[in-house]
């Protein structure tokens, strides 16, 4: 167990509908990250959040959109959705804001099915 | 685009056997390359990281080696087990978030 929770594990949806995904990061950690995991294209880079600011963001879509609270959750909302974006989405938290001075711990992850 | 091209893409090794995987970046800026473990079901998970001013670095039976002229590294799983079976994904990264190679399913079979 990472420490990383993840809620809903699944989530079955219409195109068109909106969902919201949330992480609560391991506790101390002040960083959170969000990946999109898909067959064709691994594990991809949405957007980092660190102590409630965003960082960077990646191939994040317009219709996406995520937040980091004060008390360091997260949440990813998904809007528009598309049969495309059916995919394993994962949250992951670190201590630092630096990618590659700590590890990054992963959560559970939510299987998103759009019909 | 900062890539990171793993392979193979899936591969199946007898028990006590060697399993290779390898991994090519381009980004010569990276300073920091993990190897994630993912189980079915599960998020990832670090096994093992090496940053290059080594060329090697070994944690029990997995090994990384690393050859900054040639911008690869490899995860070595010596005497595989069936338990090791899961799918494997190098990563790399420079004060950026990590870049992942598209992963490569172990099949340990005895």
């Known amino acids: 167990d990472s420490g990383v929770t993840q809620t809903p594990k699944h989530l079955i949806t219409a195109t068109g509908q909106r969902v919201t995904l949330r992480c609560s990061p391991r506790?101390?950690?002040?960083?959170v990250y969000w990946y999109q995991q898909s067959l064709d294209q691994g594990l991809q880079f949405l957007i980092h959040?660190?102590?409630?600011?965003?960082?960077a963001k990646g191939n994040i879509l317009e219709r996406f959109s995520a937040q980091q609270f004060p008390d360091l959750h997260s949440e990813l909302n998904l809007s528009s959705l598309e049969l495309g974006d059916s995919a394993l989405y994962f949250c992951?938290?670190?201590?630092?804001?630096?990618?590659?001075?700590?590890?990054?711990?992963f959560g559970p992850g939510t299987r998103l099915t759009v019909l | 685009q900062q890539q990171v091209k793993q392979s193979p893409q899936s591969l199946i090794v007898q028990k006590g056997g060697i399993s290779i995987i390898n991994c090519a970046y381009e980004n010569t800026a990276f300073d920091y390359f993990p190897w994630y473990q993912q189980f079915p079901g599960k998020g990832p998970a670090l096994l093992i990281a090496i940053r290059p001013d080594v060329s090697e670095k070994k944690e029990g039976r997995f090994t990384i080696s690393f050859n900054k002229s040639a911008k690869q590294f490899s995860l070595h799983i010596m005497d595989s087990q069936p338990g090791d079976s899961a799918t494997y994904f190098c990563a790399a990264t420079r004060s950026t978030p990590l870049v992942f190679g598209k992963g490569t399913r172990l099949s340990v079979i005895a």
């Open positions: 992951a938290s670190s201590v630092a804001i630096q990618g590659n001075t700590d590890t990054q711990y």
């Open positions: 959040y660190y102590n409630g600011e965003e960082r």
């Open positions: 506790s101390g950690d002040l960083s």
